[in-house]
């Protein structure tokens, strides 16, 4: 059990949250060794200037605020920033946009990220069953989720044969095997990200509720977490 893992729940439980910040929910799963896109805090325009040229263009930048879970409702999201121009004047307009979204949000800056190359998405996540405890959830994403609901699960804890079961037996399983000039993936990763996020899970009971990592970009050598979401027990 990972003492890193404990201080980023108890920081979140010493704000009163029943979330994580999506830095706090990334430095998470890196604790499990699962790859996730890196991250910088910027807390005026300067700084996000100055981390913006650090990581190069083009760029990712997202609201950072406990008030503020669903960013891009509040005009908290910039996608596709190309230079150090833009970088200022999207943080501006992030700030400005959120404080009108929500006025008593405590604003700790803006999120930045390299923008990666997008690739077929999967979905991993975890949600609780009412009887038998966590689910371990998988699934494509995009219209594969949203409209076909095209996903599997397995109550937790799984074996590695459960893990590939559930791959299997997803209907768009060809999409991660080269169809259409689509990623060729090496199902045995996501196998491995299945089993961790099971561990997680049954690890830390008491404290996660729901995980939520989607987007994860499938490519044909590797797997890169784009955005992870999760959401605490209310132990009161």
Known sequence: MSNKIQEIIATARKEDRLFL???ESKALIKELGIVTTDFHVAANAAE???VAKKIGFPIVMKILSPQIIHKTDAGGVKLNI???EETVEAFKEIIASAKQYKSNAEIRGVLIEKMVKSSTEIIVGVTRDPTFGPAIMFGLGGIFVELLKD??????PITEKD???MIQEIKALPMLQGFRGGPNVELNQIVNILLKISKLSVDFIDDILEIDLNPIFAYDDHLLT???RIILTDKK
């Open 151 to 156: 996903v599997s699960f397995r109550i937790a």
């Open 163 to 165: 893990a590939k079961q």
């Open 226 to 228: 784009v955005d992870a």
């Open 82 to 84: 190309q230079s150090e």
């Open 48 to 50: 996000a200037k100055e």
């Open 21 to 23: 910040l999506e830095p």
